[in-house]
């Protein structure tokens, strides 16, 4: 049997009207192993919740085309998972991200 397994992705998000852009961010995002995907998964009471943050954390790998001026006024266009969580303005990209990352590491149940 040979399976052909996709380790990454790219994700071009929607946020500030991205897609319009001539030059839109694109995201390169991977597939979270299963080990990954259980270490982002605890149980809260009797439910079982992801952890959104460890999972974008995971996931991410370079975003092309991404260029934010700070009040240092050099742009900055190379960025870690983190750097996004920790640069003020990129709530909407990290939310929409995180959102898609969550989707794309569902846990499925897989039958022949």
């Known amino acids: 049997m040979d399976i052909k ?8 998000p929607e946020w500030n009207d991205n897609k319009k852009d001539t030059n839109p961010i694109v995201v390169k995002l991977r597939y979270l192993t299963p080990g990954e995907r259980d270490d982002c998964y605890a149980w809260e009471g009797e439910r079982l919740v992801p952890s959104t943050k460890k999972m974008f954390l995971f996931a991410w790998i370079s975003a092309a085309n991404l260029s934010v001026s700070e009040d240092s006024g050099k742009p900055k266009s190379t960025w870690k998972g983190q750097e996004i969580l920790d640069t003020p303005g990129l709530e909407g990209l990290y939310a929409e991200v995180a959102l898609e990352v969550l989707k794309q590491n569902a846990r499925r149940d897989l039958k022949n």
Not at 5 to 12: G, L, S, V, W
């Open 5 to 12: 397994i996709a380790r990454d992705y790219e994700y071009t």
